[in-house]
């Protein structure tokens, strides 16, 4: 053979009708180098079919004459389809030809009343010959020297476990024999059919063309072995159970084989003994994707990820024996582990202890009672006398693996697992490892299976700093916040390794969702537009979708000032779901709800951050936290703590009405939806709750001293009610500007910390050589006068409204969790 071979396998799929067929034409004459072999499937469901027209045969009552029938006229509809009904005449008289001996097959199992092994290898092998036949013949219509090669005249096997023993020396006769009298630079190979030694029909088993492939593969000695499939290649984990799995670029043999024994279905274990003697490359490719790379399989693979996949095995039972007759005994697992073969039960995963007092295995749920009666048998004079205690056979349970070649040698990585499944609430059963280090492998109830699969893909392939996220409240804050987040996710990711996923939108009443990020470009048009991804607002719903096993971390940001939502935190927390938010309302309810949330944190391992709570992106929390922790004793805090306030008495100077500047600032997003929020005093109220409650003090709005800017008798109605109504009262506003002006003095809304006095907020007037007197616009400033700062007060001083800061200040929050998150990991 020439120096340069390539063998390729398509499966059923890839040959289900004649488009098909010409894309794996395609395919295979896009290499003009080299001799080429295409080991072929059945097209999808003819071997099934074949194999029923077996079993209805054998059962007396049962036709088989329309399943026939429908499977000749498919394969006559597939041929015409693809060649052209003149072309196909000698391809139809061939089929017919083999349908007459596949009858003579039928009726002589109807008088046998049972479908014998010999009659069922003799026709379930048919879809492969017709198959090699037709691709063979249309690669020639097409002007390509082509000829195909019936497996069963070369390849003989013997029955053996886990699959057929190939009889090399035989078969590589045969083949160099058929070889000498037939030429063409394509070789088209009927996979899963074979011969036994004494010359009868049979198959490979399920598979069996992926493990006819690496046969010719390895007799050919060909440079490498494509494994077309329908999908790009070997999968970090069940796409279908994790949405966010990826395809391995490069496995090891090892690597591969472990996956594949764990359930990974693209590959059998089979298909990779003949490649791994020979040394020869597996790739898995995508017939319909051909420009994908897909997986390449060979000695070694790059180790830039110590876990390469996960994979699981369901539908299995756990066995624990335990007994002191156990403990420094010689022979024991000989003799349990060989009644257990005697038994037929096949053994998955062995887990024991250092003290040897127990050992747990696990089998196929299927053989759990079979293996319980051989322990019970093996063991039974031990159990006599009281050395074992009872055999515990637990049902339901999977087993997940994680492996990688990388692992060898890397600490941390069981550490990395564990607290994966930690976190996704998984309880191990079982565990074992091999001295190899290539594996580890836990048995977890089978309900948890999917939720663990996916903690552990996402504790691996997601940098540790990604989050899922829901917003709730998409207004001035909330929508300023995502627009700032979208001009920094790609360099956040790229440059941090941050990974935020904004899963989740909502409104009052509709709400936004996607199952792996919202594009923070469109989401308003997508919002305003509805669809499938759009539900009326759900906040129990919204917890749910966010706080998902695919994502190492959730986090809800609540940028509303609703106390409905600001109940909810408690549970979220309890949930292990963060929150971020800027509502003020939380933390200004009653103490035990606020020492709730502080508890049920802790509890959880989720965070709770509030910095924009007071002062906007101002670092005021912060820097009492501080003084706090470091031991300082904080004596008085004074500050002008509302923005709203602050630009309204820094713009108010007579030439403009009061109630007109109130309604520039409400326009301009300096108030609260509702700007008797600010003017009540109860905005700045909270804020003096929550920094005494910072402080340790027991504070209450209903306990504080507040002198409110509403004048009586515009409580209530609605919002331009009030604006409406607040110009009658310009002229009280305006004489005591005037009168503080007449003084040398500027009138500040300020909140006063005194853990001796009390909390109390109040217009109070200052000199004008007071720092309070130089504020700009919406700045906050807030005075710490403490033992270490007695003579001369700490000072925070900054903008304190408007969305854009307050968005950076609910920003730099998110960013502080994905920082301590990655940095707690």
């Not at 077309?228 to 990826?246: C, H, K, N």
């Not at 409240?473 to 995502?482: A, R, Y």
Request: aromatic residues 6%; charged residues 25%.
């Amino acid at each position: 053979m020439p120096a340069t071979l390539v063998t390729h396998k398509f499966g059923g799929t890839s040959l289900a009708d004649a488009d098909s067929y010409r894309t794996v034409a395609d395919i295979v004459t896009a290499r003009d180098e080299g001799r080429q072999v295409v080991v072929v499937s059945a097209s999808a469901g003819t071997t099934d079919g074949l194999i029923d027209l077996v079993s209805r045969a054998g059962r007396p009552g049962a036709s088989f004459e329309e399943l026939a029938n429908s499977l000749r006229a498919r394969q006559t509809a597939l041929i015409e389809g693809l060649m052209g009904s003149t072309a196909s005449d000698d391809l139809v008289a061939d089929l017919d030809k083999e349908f007459g001996d596949i009858e003579d097959v039928l009726r002589a199992t109807r008088v046998m009343r049972t479908a014998l092994d010999n009659a069922i290898g003799a026709v379930a092998g048919f879809g492969e010959v017709w198959s090699a036949r037709l691709l063979a013949a249309h690669l020639r219509s097409r002007g390509h020297d082509a000829v195909w090669l019936d497996a069963r005249e070369v390849l003989v096997v013997q029955a053996a476990e886990p699959a057929p023993a190939v009889d090399w020396e035989r078969t590589r006769a045969n083949l160099d024999d058929w070889l000498g009298h037939h030429e063409g630079r394509i070789v088209v190979v009927t996979g899963f059919i074979a011969t036994d030694a004494e010359g009868a029909a049979t198959t490979l088993g399920r598979n069996g063309s992926d493990y006819s492939a690496a046969i010719f593969a390895a007799l050919l000695d060909a440079d490498e072995l494509i494994i077309w499939t329908d999908v790009d290649g070997v999968m970090s984990a069940d796409p279908r159970l994790v949405p966010q799995a990826e395809v391995l670029g490069s496995l090891s043999y090892n690597e591969a084989m472990e996956l594949a024994y764990f359930g990974a279905k693209v590959i059998h274990p089979a298909t990779m003994t003949p490649a791994i003697r020979h040394g020869i490359p597996v790739t898995i490719r995508n017939t319909f994707n051909p420009s994908a790379p897909g997986s390449r399989i060979s000695p070694e693979s790059s180790t830039d990820v110590p876990v390469k996949g996960f994979a699981s095995i369901g539908e299995m039972a756990l066995i624990n024996l335990e007994g002191t007759a156990m403990i420094g005994v010689p022979g024991i697992s000989e003799r349990l582990f060989g009644a257990l073969r005697a038994a037929g039960v096949s053994v998955v995963m062995i887990s024991q202890g250092s003290s040897e007092h127990s050992i747990c295995f696990a089998v196929p749920e299927s053989e759990a009672e079979s293996a319980r009666k051989a322990v019970e048998d093996a063991f039974a004079a031990e159990s006599r006398r009281g050395l074992f205690q009872d055999l515990e056979v637990t049902r339901g349970v999977t087993i997940l693996a994680a492996v990688g070649d990388g692992m060898s040698g890397t600490p941390g990585i069981a550490a990395r697992l564990f607290g994966s499944l930690v976190r996704a609430g998984v309880n191990v059963r079982a565990i074992a490892q091999g001295s190899s280090e290539r594996n580890i492998s836990v048995v977890i109830d089978s309900a948890d299976a999917t939720r663990a699969l996916r903690a552990v893909h996402s504790g691996f392939y997601l940098s540790r700093q990604t989050l899922s996220i829901g917003l709730i409240g998409h207004g001035h804050v909330g929508g300023t916040l995502l627009d700032q987040m979208a001009g920094r996710l790609e360099s956040l990711i790229q440059e941090f390794g941050v990974d935020l996923r904004v899963r989740a939108i909502a409104g009052s009443r509709t709400m936004l969702l996607d199952d792996n990020r919202i594009d923070l470009g469109t989401w308003r048009e997508r919002l305003a537009q509805g669809g499938a991804q759009t539900h009326p607002t759900d906040l129990d719903l919204l917890a749910e979708y966010i706080h998902t096993d695919s994502v190492p971390h959730a986090a809800i940001i609540d940028c509303t000032a609703d106390d409905g939502v600001a109940t909810r935190y408690a549970d979220w927390l309890a949930a292990g779901i963060h929150v971020i938010t800027p509502n003020k309302k939380a933390n200004t309810a009653s103490l035990d709800y606020y020492r709730s949330l502080q508890q049920s944190g802790r509890r959880a391992d989720a965070h709770y951050f509030y910095e924009t709570t007071v002062g906007a992106a101002l670092p005021v929390i912060q820097t009492l936290r501080d003084l706090v922790q470091t031991g300082d004793v904080v004596r008085r805090i004074e500050g002008v703590f509302s923005g709203t306030l602050s630009y309204l008495f820094n713009s108010f100077d007579g030439s403009v009405p009061f109630s007109e500047i109130v309604r520039m600032a409400k326009e301009k997003g300096y108030t609260e939806p509702d700007p008797r929020e600010d003017l009540s005093g109860m905005d700045v109220a909270r804020k003096v709750v929550i920094l005494a409650r910072e402080m340790g003090m027991e504070a209450g709005v209903d306990d504080m001293e507040i002198e409110g800017l509403i004048p009586p008798g515009l409580e209530q109605g609605s919002v331009e009610d009030f604006l409406t109504g607040l110009a009658e009262h310009d002229d009280a506003m305006l004489r005591r500007v005037d009168e503080a002006r007449e003084r040398g003095q500027v009138l500040r809304f300020v909140g006063v910390i005194d853990p001796g006095r009390g909390t109390h907020v109040a217009l109070r007037s200052f000199d004008g050589d007071h720092p309070f007197a130089r504020i700009r616009l919406t700045d906050n400033i807030v005075t710490f006068q403490t033992d270490r700062y007695s003579e001369n007060p700490l000072v925070v001083q900054g903008p304190g409204a408007g969305p854009e800061v307050t968005a950076g200040g609910v920003f730099a929050d998110l960013l502080r969790l994905a920082n301590y998150l990655g940095a707690t990991l």
